[in-house]
């Protein structure tokens, strides 16, 4: 079993550097690495083309760029990744026991890369959330058979909230795998909003989608 492991970027530099050294082991195991850019306008690092497998263009926008990776896709699994994820936790064949059949979908815990007291609450409520609701974020390294991703449609061509449709979609096909271990995503969004603001921001989001606000609106509010 071969994972397509599909990481969106815009102006990430060198930021995405990182998680590809650690993906480097994967691909000696046959995985397959697409990096699909929204349109940069600060250039990757040049030493990024050396660890990739595919290098895309597409259109500005998360759903659209996963989307796109997907498409070009060739192995049966696909994993999503953000261009800051520390995947050091993940062994790759413990993974791998969670992808046996052809309906796979699922998410990891996550644990913020930040010692502070406040980040413990704030991931603790993430995976109690997600391992309830069987919904997650990007932050939480969606894997899904692709087989399964073009039956329900891929992503929806949305500005924001993507992963929580897809989400959506998934669990009325199967319940989702969690694997024990954890997936590291960086503190850079929640420090350089502010912690407290970014929580309440993310809520109210969630509450403006069901409520049925606009994601093109969820948006500009979000990257304000």
Not at 66 to 77: D, E, F, I, R, T
Not at 103 to 127: C, H, P, Q, Y
Request: aromatic content about 8%; glycine content about 6%.
């Amino acid at each position: 079993m071969n994972i397509s492991i599909i990481i969106p970027t815009l102006n990430e530099g060198r930021t995405v550097l990182p998680l590809l050294e650690q993906l480097q082991e994967w691909r000696r195991m046959g995985d397959e690495l697409l990096l699909v850019d929204g349109g940069s306008t600060v250039s990757l690092d040049e030493d990024a083309s050396t660890l990739i497998d595919v290098s895309i263009d597409a259109s500005r926008g998360r759903s659209m760029q996963l989307n796109a990776g997907a498409k070009l896709a060739s192995k049966p699994v696909l994993w999503f990744l953000h261009a800051d994820s520390d995947i050091s936790a993940i062994k790759r064949e413990n993974f791998l026991t969670h992808l046996k059949c052809d309906s796979i979908w699922g998410f990891f815990n996550v644990k913020i890369a930040d010692a502070a007291g406040i980040f413990r609450v704030v991931e603790t409520l993430m995976n109690l959330r997600s391992r309830t609701s069987f919904v997650a974020t990007g932050d939480q390294g969606i894997f899904v058979a692709k087989d399964l991703f073009f039956r329900i449609g891929g992503y929806k061509s949305i500005a924001l909230m993507e992963d929580i449709e897809l989400c959506k979609a998934l669990r009325k096909k199967s319940p989702p795998k969690n694997p024990k271990t954890t997936l590291i995503t960086s503190a850079r969004r929640w420090r350089s909003k502010g912690v407290v603001k970014t929580i309440f921001l993310m809520w109210f989001l969630r509450l403006a989608w069901v409520s049925g606000l606009s994601s093109k609106f969820l948006k500009h509010l979000y990257d304000r």
